[in-house]
């Protein structure tokens, strides 16, 4: 049983920032790569962002680049995503989400190859 938790959303002023963080048990976490997602009301939910397995490689929707930073603790099996200059059209629950195949040598962007999700976090910017 694979179980991703997600903590540290919250309400933030346009301009300011919010470190999202997911803890992860169940599934050998080193051998993984993970990505963050994001869904607005009455939006679809998309990719924000992707670490390999071994933090060594990353991958940001253009949206998000220069403002959100990725990264992954192996020693705690803990997932972050840090949100600078945040902005208004950044409002969505955030989901944490592990990829299905282990060591995947290129980190995805599509959701139906991450099987296992968070509760999500909500993340609400006011202007």
């Known amino acids: 049983q694979v179980l991703l938790v997600e903590s540290g959303g919250g309400l933030v002023q346009a301009g300011g920032s919010l470190r999202l963080s997911c803890a992860a048990s169940?599934?050998?976490?080193?051998?993984?790569?993970m990505g963050w997602f994001r869904q607005a009301p009455g939006k679809e939910r998309e990719f924000v962002a992707a670490?390999?397995?071994?933090?060594?490689?990353?991958y940001y929707t253009d949206s998000v680049k220069g403002r959100f930073t990725i990264s992954r603790d192996n020693a705690k099996n803990t997932v972050y995503l840090q949100m600078n200059s945040l902005k208004p059209e950044d409002t969505a629950v955030y989901y944490c989400?592990?990829?299905?195949?282990?060591?995947?040598?290129?980190?995805?962007?599509?959701?139906?190859?991450?099987?296992?999700w968070g509760q999500g976090t909500q993340v609400t910017v006011s202007s």
């Open positions: 989400a592990v990829d299905r195949r282990p060591q995947r040598l290129v980190v995805t962007t599509s959701l139906p190859q991450y099987d296992y």
């Open positions: 169940g599934r050998t976490f080193s051998s993984y790569n």
């Open positions: 670490i390999a397995w071994s933090g060594r490689s990353t």
